[in-house]
């Protein structure tokens, strides 16, 4: 699975969550998908990334998104270091 197919069914379970969701209200979906996009492959390469800065999210909120991240790159069978690379990255 690619970085951009990670980031299109990491981005539908955000936009399913009722909390996270009123967070993208106004988002250009595409760009932000772009962003992550390039944050993750970022991340996954152990390089520095700052996947959802600037929305105001807390850390509670961040956390949430990394738990939806992991899933996402669990099931796409990530190995497990470059999971937490990227895990790291979204916990910023």
């Known amino acids: 699975m690619t970085p951009a197919e990670i980031v299109r069914r990491w981005l539908r ?4 969550d009722a ?6 209200v106004g988002v250009d979906l595409a760009r932000i998908a772009a962003h992550l996009t390039a944050s993750l492959t970022a ?7 700052d996947a959802w ?11 949430r998104i990394g ?7 669990w099931a796409a ?5 470059r999971i937490a690379h990227a895990r790291r990255a979204v916990a910023r």
Do not use: N
Request: with cysteine; hydrophobic share 40%; net charge negative.
């Open 77 to 81: 069978d990530l190995p497990g270091e």
């Open 43 to 49: 991340a996954l390469a152990d390089e520095p990334a």
């Open 19 to 24: 909390e996270l969701s009123p967070y993208l």
């Open 67 to 73: 738990d939806y991240l992991v899933g996402v790159c």
């Open 53 to 63: 800065g600037g929305l105001g999210l807390s850390e509670a909120q961040r956390r």
């Open 13 to 16: 379970l955000v936009a399913a």
